[in-house]
């Protein structure tokens, strides 16, 4: 069994609370997307995901690459967030 810290599991149960947050999460594995493709891959309307991505930003789970852009911004899991989603699965 693998082991996380008490920080990392205090993160971990704030998205396993909500499923556009897991599903975000699981969205952006293995990839860097725009907020449109991670809301269709994860299934989420794009009204929903700006919101959800905040929070993943301000956990520290998810980053902006190119947030100077205005439309086209890319998202990708930190180390963190890698870590993360190997516990969803």
Known sequence: MITIDDDTLKIWSYINISSY??????????DVKTPTNIAADAGIRTTHISKV????????????????????????????????????E
């Open 53 to 88: 991505l905040k929070e993943l930003k301000e956990t520290g789970v998810a980053e902006c690459i190119n947030e100077d852009f205005r439309k086209g911004r890319l998202y990708k899991l930190t180390s963190l967030g890698e870590e993360i989603v190997e516990h969803l």
């Open 21 to 30: 947050r897991v599903k975000t999460v699981k969205a952006l594995k293995d």
